[in-house]
């Protein structure tokens, strides 16, 4: 099929890319120029979360979100959390110290999930949490781990910002 | 990559309507949650699509002057939960479209595509029929407005002729004014699951609050489409509220409705359920106008 061209934000750079129509944004940031994979594919039907990622500041599977879509839309992905040496974000270290990592192929879209919980300034009891991650499937953990990382670096950033 | 031979980005509803007149073996796609998976399982490989997602003309709650409340299709069902519209007047649909798959799915999710889909579980149905939603259905000749029960065929079928799009969902003034309603949806997880059954009731009591001015009762799952139970609101309709009149109401429901035994659950307990869950919400909705059971 004939490419198209589109035009979007991608962790906060503008980017252009040639796509073919049928691609998923999966594709597109794990397979075009961008090769973003931290983005996992895995189910490939919505219900895992293992390619969250978010657009215009919400969550999306980015595995049923169609890639011509994108146009003119702002993307994150995992690989906009780490900074310029590669240092993690306080909610990847927190995933580590944790234990909340096992695997590892889930954790990317479980953090691409926690974000609006952590980026909203208010806090969240556990089960409010648990059914903002509820969209993400962790096959290791069993999820507590996950929710503790969660917690704790929510917890961390509210008090970080009342001291300021 | 999705086995897709070919898609248009229409740019309005115009245009929607006139490149569906032209293809008429395209699909819509709307969020895409129920269209791109079928793709992916083969169901619908290898169709013609028409995007209507960008479309943001269709997207929004609004009030109109009359005081009725305005859906735009492709309003996600986050937003719908979120909207300062529906929390105030309509709260039961925002609470039965937060049960849906999981926040992805509800971000991405529309109520357009919930209920043209013409799936007895849609999370937002239920809560429609027991409003008396009525849907606007454009498409070259014009638009056409119909009760949303009408627009049920059977199962995965819906009023739509070809080149016809779905505009707007109302949700009349007189409907929703002075009613209180609750959405319990039984289902084996609390999230990423879909409705064993799915009851959605609301009242309107009298101004002593000690009897039923008016009830609506309505069912997901309990039949091939989403369905109303005409002999469980006039069991209710008008009578003084006490528990064995919620009992008999319960009791009511079963005369109406015909689930299935799927492998999900035996119509045996899906007939429980219907008894219970109308039960349950009665009180629920009861509660919230200010009444006692």
Not at chain 1, 22 to 49: F, I, M, N, Q, Y
Request: hydrophobic share 35%; glycine share 10%.
């Amino acid at each position: 099929m004939e490419k198209v061209l589109i035009r979007f934000t991608l962790n906060g750079k503008k980017v252009t890319s040639a796509i073919d129509p049928r691609w998923s944004l999966a594709d597109l940031l794990r397979g075009g120029e961008h090769k973003h994979t931290g983005t996992k594919k895995s189910c490939e039907v919505g219900e895992c979360g293992a390619c969250t990622v978010i657009i215009n500041d919400e969550t999306y599977n980015s595995c049923i979100y169609l890639a011509i879509w994108a146009d003119g839309k702002s993307i994150r992905t995992i690989e906009g959390l780490t900074g310029e040496n590669g240092e993690l974000s306080d909610i990847q270290q927190a995933f580590v110290d944790e234990g909340a990592i096992q695997c590892g192929f889930c954790t990317p879209g479980f953090i691409m999930s926690s974000l609006p919980i952590l980026e909203s300034g208010r806090e969240y009891t556990r089960d409010e949490i648990r059914k903002l991650l509820s969209g993400n499937l962790c096959r290791c953990t069993g999820y507590k781990n996950i929710i503790d990382a969660v917690e704790k670096t929510m917890k961390a950033r509210l008090e970080k910002k009342q001291q300021l | 990559m999705f086995d897709i031979k070919d898609i248009y980005e229409a740019k309005s509803v115009k245009d929607a309507v006139s490149h569906l007149e032209a293809h008429p073996n395209a699909k819509i796609i709307a969020g895409g949650s129920d269209v791109l998976i079928k793709i992916r399982e083969g169901k619908l490989a290898g169709c013609e699509l028409v995007s209507i997602f960008k479309l943001d003309e269709l997207r929004g709650v609004e009030l109109t002057m009359q005081g009725d409340i305005k859906i735009k299709p492709l309003t996600s069902f986050s937003h719908i939960t979120n909207d300062p519209v529906i929390k105030r007047y309509v709260g039961v649909l925002g609470e039965a479209v937060d049960q849906v798959g999981g926040p992805q799915i509800r971000n991405i999710g529309t109520i357009g595509g919930n209920i043209c889909n013409g799936v007895t579980s849609a999370d937002s149905a239920s809560t429609l029929f027991a409003f008396d939603a009525e849907v606007e259905i454009t498409g070259s000749e014009g638009t056409r407005l119909i009760p949303i029960k009408d627009f049920y065929k059977g199962p995965g079928q819906v009023d739509l002729k070809p080149a016809e799009i779905l505009t707007a969902i109302y949700v009349r003034k007189a409907s929703y004014e002075g009613y209180f309603g609750s959405y319990i949806k039984y289902s084996m997880r609390k999230a990423m699951d879909i409705a064993t059954l799915g009851c959605s009731v609301n009242v309107k009591l009298t101004e002593d609050k000690k009897a039923f001015e008016d009830i609506r009762i309505a069912f997901g799952v309990a039949g091939p489409v989403p369905m109303r139970s005409p002999s469980a609101e006039s069991a209710g309709r008008g009578k003084k509220i006490n528990a064995e009149l919620i009992e008999s109401i319960g009791k009511a429901a079963l005369e109406d409705v015909n689930p299935r035994t799927s492998w999900r659950a035996s119509r045996e307990f899906r007939l429980q359920l219907v008894e219970e869950l109308t039960k349950r919400a009665l009180k629920k909705s009861i509660e919230l106008a200010g009444g006692a059971y």
